[in-house]
């Protein structure tokens, strides 16, 4: 099978960016753990030499591929709630956009050698604006709170993290399955705790 460098480039992707995006696809359809140098190169349909003179190990082409799985997973989700939106309904959107992300990339992380996640961890969150989905979560409750809708003392900072920590939980389960009504029943649960009486 002939390297195709000159297709990846003339698609307007450089050959480094060509390697990534296939690591990506092979992490989306597999996961990262044991995933190797060899995989990837058929992946891209180039020889397996060509990686090493783009990346300085595995580990770092692994890591960007994460990265690039895990960005591509966030383009596909719908949009944030808007801000007017009821906080009720927006918390419901967030979880709801949390489970749907955690079902999505939960999977490839399994197996992944500590160095790999270290590295990953280096690149920052790859969400827009380099803000995870539990600090866009913390930042919009706390608009709300200054516009009255939540209680002054409420610690919004600790329901993001409830929120999306809970639903990361239930997705890692094997087989992820989110009970019917996990995500109302949350919501309920943070409202009765945080929302303005």
């Given at each position: 099978?002939?390297?195709?460098?000159a297709?990846?480039?003339?698609a307007g992707?450089?050959?480094r960016?060509?390697?990534?995006?296939?690591?990506?696809?092979?992490i989306?359809?597999?996961?990262?753990?044991?995933?190797?140098?060899?995989e990837?190169?058929?992946?891209a349909?180039?020889a397996?030499?060509?990686?090493?003179?783009h990346?300085a190990?595995?580990?770092?082409?692994l890591?960007?591929?994460l990265h690039g799985?895990?960005?591509e997973a966030?383009?596909?989700l719908?949009?944030?709630?808007?801000e007017g939106e009821?906080v009720g309904?927006?918390?419901?959107?967030?979880?709801?956009?949390a489970l749907d992300l955690?079902l999505v990339?939960?999977?490839a992380?399994a197996?992944v050698?500590?160095?790999v996640?270290e590295r990953f961890?280096?690149?920052?969150n790859p969400?827009a604006?380099?803000?995870?989905l539990?600090?866009?979560?913390?930042?919009?409750l706390r608009?709300?709170?200054e516009?009255g809708d939540?209680?002054?003392?409420?610690?919004?900072g600790a329901?993001a993290?409830?929120?999306?920590?809970a639903?990361?939980?239930?997705?890692l389960?094997a087989?992820a399955?989110?009970p019917?009504g996990?995500a109302?029943?949350?919501?309920t649960i943070?409202?009765?705790?945080?929302?303005v009486?």
């Open positions: 099978m002939a390297p195709r460098r297709r990846a480039v003339d992707v450089g050959l960016d060509h390697l990534i995006d296939a690591a990506a696809r092979l989306a359809r597999r996961g990262a753990g044991g995933l190797t140098v060899r990837i190169a058929r992946e349909e180039v397996t030499g060509v990686l090493y003179n990346f190990d595995k580990e770092e082409l890591a960007l591929g799985h895990v960005k966030e383009r596909n719908p949009p944030l709630p808007a009821e309904r927006a918390l419901l959107a967030y979880t709801r956009r955690h990339i939960v999977p992380f197996n050698p500590p160095e996640l961890t280096g690149l920052g969400a604006g380099g803000l995870g539990r600090d866009q979560l913390a930042a919009y608009r709300r709170q516009a939540l209680a002054a003392d409420a610690p919004v329901a993290t409830m929120i999306i920590g639903c990361h939980e239930v997705t389960r087989p399955v989110v019917e996990f109302e029943d949350l919501v943070v409202l009765d705790g945080i929302r009486r």
